[in-house]
DNA sequence: CCATGTTTACGGCTCA
DNA sequence: TGAGCCGTAAACATGG
């Protein structure tokens, strides 16, 4: 039991990794993207565990930006000053927790020599072609312009010239943490029991949280941190009014890493249902994947973007 | 100088 | 048990 005033369980850890919570917070923003103060600013906003021993998460999450080939560097407009570029989420990444875990992927994003050349440079033009005009009032980082534009929910930044039309990131925080785990139980309690007693929301409380504010509010307009409490999400969000009543539940809190087929199946369904525009699942994604070698090198060889499978 | 990135290395852990 | 993912440390570069 934690005692008021001691540890308590939202000190604990979050059973998220690193690449997790990174695309939580860029999910979470407006324009699908954020600086990496603006990272930090989201995870330690929500997650008491990571006010502590700055140093050394950060650098983690740091090294996890760069050698993750699911994240993006998107450079900054000279009318969006300050410091080092907004990262964002690679559109072809794929479900990369299909799994339901957010601890571990089953298999992870990893591109090609020169898909990863190609990135660098159309990604960052289609940004500019794109933004330019839908954000004209975009002064500053993209957080603060968020609060007026009602911009599509979902801007990717396609790296074939916007081929990709309705593929939505599969790390969209839906994907990322969207699913349904009809019946699913934490260590013999239910997850809503579970959560509560976490202080923070499992994965599909926030998907939950997502889809039913998505549609009429963007989504965090203002990155202002939130009073972290049992009956509040990550998000700022209240549970109460964001988590379905009954038939809601959720994945066991550190969800064991188990290929689960049906689940999957049940998931990409009610994924569907939810959003009919944002047909996404990993094998979407993984059409032209061809299997390549994890070597460290890898990513520098080929010209289709790649899941390797493990 | 400090924040931001990039890269290598290594040990722990999990899954096939 | 090996392969691969993850977390961490650390060296190093760069730009404001």
Sequence with gaps: MPRPGKNSYSDQKPPYSYISLTAMA??????????????????????????ENTQRWQNSLRHNLSFNDCFIKIPRRPDQPGKGSFWALHPDCGDMFE?????????????LRAEHLASKNSQMLHYFHHHHHQNKLGIGPPEAAAGVGRLPQFQTYSINGGQSTGFKHPFAIENIIGRDYKGMMAGGLPISSVMHHLGYPVPSQISNMVNSMWPHVG???????????????????????????????????????????SLAAVSAISNLARSPTQLCSSSTSSLLGQTLSDSTEGKNNFLHPTVVHS
Excluded: W
């Design 26 to 51: 860029i999910q979470s923003s407006q324009e699908k993207m954020l600086p990496l103060s603006d990272i930090y600013k989201f995870i330690m906003d929500r997650f008491p565990y990571y006010r």
């Design 99 to 111: 799994n339901g875990s957010f601890l571990r992927r089953r298999k992870r994003f990893k591109l």
């Design 219 to 261: 989504m965090l307009e203002s990155m202002a941190p939130m009073p972290i409490s049992p009956d509040y999400g990550p998000f700022g969000v209240p549970m109460k009014t964001l988590c379905h009543p009954a038939s809601q539940t959720m994945p066991a809190v550190p969800v064991p890493i188990k290929p689960t087929p």
